[in-house]
């Protein structure tokens, strides 16, 4: 079984950065795919970026491209987002989640999450 825990979040303007942390418990962290998931009131919860576990694939929607990016640590346990020009649509609830096997951008095939983390950008 994994724990997460993510950290991070906060209240930034429009065109500022943050960066989440996803910190796990657990021997296994090195052979998940870690996934970032996002979920604004009233919405679905989206895919935002996903990374392999050894770290050597990233994936990203095409919302958060060119302006986020995911890395991890596997000696940490720790899983980062690193975001930039954030805009008011990124305002969310940022939440990590881990899978086995293949990447998917559904968040139905993620097995353990975090609590969230909210992100608040203003305009």
């Known amino acids: 079984q994994v724990q997460l825990a993510e950290s991070g979040g906060g209240l930034v303007q429009a065109g500022g950065s943050l960066r989440l942390s996803c910190a796990a418990s657990?021997?296994?962290?090195?052979?998940?795919?870690i996934g970032w998931f996002r979920q604004a009131p009233g919405k679905e919860r989206e895919f935002v970026a996903a990374i392999s576990a050894s770290g050597g694939a990233t994936y990203y929607a095409d919302s958060v491209k060119g302006r986020f990016t995911i890395s991890r640590d596997n000696a940490k346990k720790t899983v980062y987002l690193q975001m930039n020009s954030l805009k008011p649509d990124d305002t969310a609830v940022y939440y990590c989640?881990?899978?086995?096997?293949?990447?998917?951008?559904?968040?139905?095939?993620?097995?353990?999450w975090g609590q969230g983390t909210q992100v608040t950008v203003s305009s």
């Open positions: 989640a881990t899978k086995t096997g293949y990447y998917s951008y559904s968040s139905s095939w993620y097995d353990y």
């Open positions: 657990g021997r296994t962290f090195s052979s998940y795919i």
